[in-house]
């Protein structure tokens, strides 16, 4: 076996300390070592964008790294989202609006297309339709043809914008 | 629909909660104590006979359990698989790679990353023999012989098909006034749905039962396949497809893959996983298209068609692997005729064995449909620039009339229903078709830096496989199946033989059975894709599954419909010949009583509590549909492009899309598929291409090569529907999922050449990237220098 290495990662809230292997990528560390299997695996080349997770904030595409370069990151997933304030303690606007809006079929690019929007609308709470296809351009849908996802975007900076938080 | 979330009703759908919060199950997210993991070894030749394959280094990697090869297989006669199409595949190949690759070895290891340092260090000597990647190469005389494993064959000759009537068409082309003719490649796409392949295969030995998870679009068909090369009894193999992250066609064939996690289970007494990157999701599952046609139409100078006539080379790769009904080998290419009253027609089809990976029928193709509208879609749009007619006006001349049906194709089609001309009357008052005609030609006049092209498809699609008497998959005739099972508290639980892969099943099944039995939709759960529970189906592809398991499910709900009759009665205190349904309120009541009702969902305990005599306690009822006919769902595309003359750039100004899939069970759901299709019409038409270099390397095989649609190149699309209900089928409705992938790509290709049109360009070759379009309008004479 390979060296490994312990590093830190706070996911959603929890802080984990885990054993890795240095080039063990991030993905991996997530959905083996932590069991958050919401964060998948779509391609071998950086394109597709279904490992989208929020790294101190900003998307990253966790397929890119390997988890070691992530020690002391706050990571934020898919199943973070409910935890949110904004979500009340049920499901955050953003996944309300994939669901209302019809956001989603298979639902395999679902979680990093959520974390692309979430990136967003922390940044610019009131996107023009523009900003909501450039913002999620790095992530592949081979379902919706992209249109309802970014009325579920929309959906969803409405909500924030009018919604008692 | 009655309000609670029946036929018609936009219901949200039932399995987002698990995905939009990360819960859902899908291949790579199970976990089993113990479980090892599989890399496959991959030949990096497209052609080549291998010398000797040495394990010994992959042996020693600290973590690696086993590598298997074909030999480690042969023992238990699965070093090769049969295909869907009657020929025989290499699980592990140990005498001749043909295409780059190809499985030649798997490494078993306890992490996937050890078991891909094993697969390094695998050491195979191949010794390299000339590779043939293109079908009209590979009938050259001279062309390096790719099967020699069977047995006398001599050349790269797949198989020949034709249909029609050869003569007759040939005296009408002879004596027409007017012919048109065409050459079109239909290239090699991949359908790349965004999760790849993937299988975990778990033998108890304590139970003797080998169960496999794995991303099927047909796991009963599968666990068949599975016991018949295996030899484990089928009641002993338990396939469960959970959720898969899309489908669209890729996962209907038995893979390599697949069979390798399963006997290295069985080997190995420990469950493998093995889930392939997408590099090798495109270069080794099946593809889709590849289709070369030549298109003939003959027609009088006013434009009414007399004849079509088609010559076809096939590219099916290093096997017959094509997954379509067996008696089929061209699938349904032969509803070329279109939606078009066309007395006449011939098709011929050559195959051709390359150097290349298997497939064919992929891709929302619906069984060659998409190439069969391609053509004549294509053919008609040249008929038109060659008569200077309007390509509306002759489609309008053409169509077969709603009054025709059913109708009889010169093909051996049965067309249900339809109403050509309303729908493509809709959709060019939604296109605002005679202001961009007029606009067009504005910029003609002017000279404008973009040209504008329209472009029109009005298609007949043919899904729902279908009628035993015709179709079967590798011998099991297409029927499908619900089961449906109302528990003593009143709500259900309903399993079908169809497997969703997004389609929304969860939901619209829900709705079927909620219409039927006056139920709501939140008070049933519809489950799919386990063996063990489900009742026996075909699996989704094909836009079947409405069509067969959704007649299925309206067929079984009267059933139970029929048996809670008698439960209403007896509830009721009325003699069950004075009980009545009523569609309205979802319930039962005493003729000329309406007030004395009760509903299933009331009555379900009296099946259980208080039945009536002579009747069996519970209420549930199954039903196998074996259809009576395909469904013939059409619709009329129009597209609006602009084409930049410098850069040779194709911007959608306007995408118009009007369906008619029938009676509709979830509008919602349907214009989800309708935008999904419609995306991939665009890739199809605009990038997507799976290419080889002369050595036979995949040169678009990854994402960086391959190219999907991304937000930024998907317009908003505008659709309208009409409804013309199935006559045959129980609730009118008929399959759509593939109908936006099969009707686009004609309507983009007819709208970039509608553009050059007036300079004389009658076709441009899929994809029309920007240079391919700057070329052509280089020829046209239209292209424009950068300032």
Not at chain 2, 700 to 712: I, K, V
Request: contains cysteine; glycine residues 10%.
């Amino acid at each position: 076996m390979t060296d490994t290495r312990e590093i830190t990662l706070t996911v959603n809230g929890t802080e984990h300390t885990i054993e890795v292997e240095p080039r063990q990528l991030l993905v991996h560390a997530i959905r083996e070592e932590l069991d958050l299997t919401g964060t998948h695996i779509g391609c071998d080349t950086g394109n597709c964008g279904a490992c989208t997770v929020l790294r101190d904030g900003e998307p990253i595409k966790s397929c890119l790294m390997f988890a070691t370069q992530a020690d002391g990151s706050d990571l934020m997933t898919v199943e973070g989202m409910e935890d949110l304030p904004e979500a009340g303690g049920e499901l955050h606007p953003l996944q309300e609006g994939f669901r209302e809006e019809h956001g989603l079929q298979c639902g395999y690019c679902t979680p990093g297309m959520i974390m692309a929007g979430k990136a967003l609308l922390d940044e610019n709470p009131n996107p023009s339709e523009a900003d909501i296809r450039e913002a999620i351009s790095g992530n592949l849908c081979r379902c919706t043809g992209y249109q309802n996802i970014v009325r579920s975007i929309e959906y969803a900076a409405e909500e924030l914008e009018h919604g008692e938080i | 629909g009655h309000g609670r979330g029946g036929m018609g009703e936009e219901v949200k759908r039932k399995e987002d909660q698990r995905f939009i919060t990360g819960r859902g199950n899908y291949v790579d997210d199970i976990k089993k104590s113990g479980m090892l993991h599989c890399e496959l070894v991959r030949s990096p030749h497209a052609h080549a006979r291998i010398e000797d394959i040495d394990k010994s280094r992959a042996l020693e990697v600290d973590g690696v359990v086993a590598v298997l090869t074909a030999d480690d297989l042969l023992e238990y006669d699965l070093a090769t698989m049969p295909t869907l199409m009657d020929d025989t595949q290499d699980v592990l190949v140990n005498d001749k790679v043909k295409f780059q690759s190809q499985e030649v070895a798997a490494v078993i290891a306890t992490d996937r990353y050890t078991a891909k340092d094993g697969a390094q260090k695998v050491d195979v000597d191949y010794d390299v023999l000339d590779p043939v990647v293109d079908a009209a190469d590979a009938l050259e005389d001279d062309a390096p012989l790719i099967r020699d494993d069977i047995e006398g064959q001599e050349d790269n000759h797949c198989l020949d098909w034709e249909t029609g009537d050869e003569e007759a068409t040939a005296e009408v082309f002879d004596e027409a006034p007017v012919t048109v003719t065409e050459q079109m490649l239909y290239q090699r796409l991949h359908p790349a749905p965004i999760e790849t392949c993937g299988a975990v295969g778990d033998y108890d030995p304590g139970k003797d039962k080998l169960t496999v998870h794995m991303t099927s679009q047909a796991p009963h068909i599968h666990r068949t396949l599975f016991a018949q090369v295996s030899g484990i009894p089928e009641h002993k193999i338990r396939i469960v497809s959970p959720d898969v992250g899309g489908g669209f066609g890729n996962k209907v064939p038995i893979y390599p893959g697949y069979v390798v996690a399963a006997a290295a289970s069985y080997v190995l007494e420990q469950p493998v996983k093995w889930v392939e990157e997408r590099s090798e999701n495109i270069q080794s599952t099946g593809f889709a298209r590849d289709y070369d046609m030549q298109g003939e139409l003959a027609a009088t100078e006013d434009g009414e068609i007399l004849a079509v006539r088609t010559d076809v080379l096939a590219d099916h790769g290093a096997y017959n692997a094509v997954a379509q009904p067996s008696k089929f080998p061209a699938g349904f290419f032969n509803i070329f005729t279109g939606s078009y009253d066309i007395d006449t027609a011939y098709g011929t089809l050559t195959a051709a064995y390359t150097n290349t990976a298997p497939g064919g029928v992929a891709y929302r193709c619906s069984f060659r449909v998409t190439e069969a509208v391609y053509l004549i879609e294509r053919m008609v749009k040249v008929l038109a620039d060659e008569l200077g007619m309007d390509p509306a006006e002759i489609r309008r001349k053409n169509f077969i009339q709603p009054e025709q049906f059913p109708y009889e194709s010169p093909t051996g089609w049965n067309y249900d229903s339809g109403d050509y001309e309303k729908a493509l009357d809709k959709a060019l008052e939604m296109a605002d078709y005679d202001h961009y005609r007029e606009e067009q030609q504005r910029r003609i006049e002017t000279d404008a830096d973009k040209l504008l092209g329209i472009g029109i498809s009005s298609f007949t699609e043919v899904v729902g496989a279908g009628p035993g008497k015709s179709c079967d998959i590798a011998g099991v005739e297409m029927f499908d199946s619900a089961e449906i099972r109302v528990h003593p508290t009143g709500n259900a639980t309903v399993r079908v033989g169809v497997q969703t892969q997004g389609q929304g099943h969860e939901t619209t099944f829900a709705q079927i059975v909620a219409e039927e039995l006056g139920m709501d939709v939140d008070d049933i759960t519809v489950e799919h894709g386990d063996t063990d529970t489900d009742p026996y189906g075909l699996g989704t592809y094909g836009s079947r599954s409405t069509p067969v398991a959704g007649a299925a499910a309206a067929v079984a709900s009267r059933k139970v419909r029929e048996k809670a009759k008698a439960i209403a009665a007896n509830e009721l205190e009325a003699a069950e010949e004075d009980i009545t349904w009523d569609r309205e309120s979802g319930e039962f009541h005493v003729a000329g009583a309406p007030d004395r009702s009760i509903s299933i969902t009331e009555i379900a305990a009296g099946a259980y509590m208080n039945k009536p005599a002579g009747e069996d306690p519970g209420l549930e009822a199954v039903n196998y549909y074996d259809p009576p006919e395909m469904t013939y769902p059409f619709g009329s595309y129009i597209v609006v492009v602009e084409v930049d003359r410098e850069t040779g750039e194709v911007e959608f100004e306007k995408f118009v899309a009007v369906d008619d899939c029938g009676n509709r069970i979830n509008p919602m759901i349907i214009e989800g598929q309708i935008h999904g299709g419609l995306a991939q019409g665009i890739g199809t038409a605009m990038m997507e291409h799976v290419t080889f270099d002369d050595n036979g390397n995949v040169t678009g095989g990854d994402f960086m090569n391959y190219l999907l649609p991304t937000s930024m190149e998907i317009p908003n699309f505008e659709t309208g529907h009409t409804v013309t209900p199935s006559p045959h089928h129980p609730i009118g409705a008929k399959g759509v999922g593939e109908s936006p992938t099969v009707g686009s790509p004609p309507a983009i290709v007819n709208a970039v050449v509608d553009a050059m049109a007036h300079g004389g360009i009658s076709h441009i070759e899929m994809p029309m990237t920007p240079d391919v379009v700057w070329e052509k309008l280089d020829e046209a004479g239209l292209a424009a220098d950068p300032a």
